[in-house]
């Protein structure tokens, strides 16, 4: 497993614009799938973006197309969500998460990866 750990999140006013970065440990961190999940208060844990180990594929979720971009340093370990024109529902707690391998066609599912990060809070005001 890999270490992670989130950073960037805060409180933005409606149509701004947050950057997370997410830092992994390791030697090996692009042949890792990674992802990002948000969770909302009473909510299940829900997919926003992810990327394959070599940066040249990306997946989306439906509710922030368009807005949000996932990219990735491996030279940096790092993994980053740029989320822009950001709206009241996207205020949630956002974790990186970490596949090793290959992207599976469940992507989408929390269950197809294997590590997590603690988690960091985003609110948006209205």
């Known amino acids: 497993q890999v270490q992670l750990v989130e950073s960037g999140g805060g409180l933005v006013q409606a149509g701004g614009s947050l950057r997370l970065s997410c830092a992994a440990s390791?030697?090996?961190?692009?042949?890792?799938?990674m992802g990002w999940f948000r969770q909302a208060p009473g909510e299940e844990r829900a997919f926003v973006a992810c990327?394959?180990?070599?940066?040249?594929?990306?997946l989306y979720g439906d509710s922030v197309k368009g807005r949000f971009t996932i990219s990735r340093d491996n030279a940096k370990n790092t993994v980053y969500l740029q989320m822009n024109s950001l709206k009241p529902e996207d205020t949630a707690v956002y974790y990186c998460?970490?596949?090793?391998?290959?992207?599976?066609?469940?992507?989408?599912?929390?269950?197809?990866?294997?590590?997590w990060g603690q988690g960091t809070q985003v609110t948006v005001s209205s």
């Open positions: 990327i394959t180990g070599s940066g040249r594929s990306t």
């Open positions: 998460a970490a596949r090793d391998g290959y992207i599976s066609a469940r992507y989408y599912s929390r269950d197809e990866y294997d590590s």
């Open positions: 390791g030697r090996t961190f692009s042949r890792y799938v």
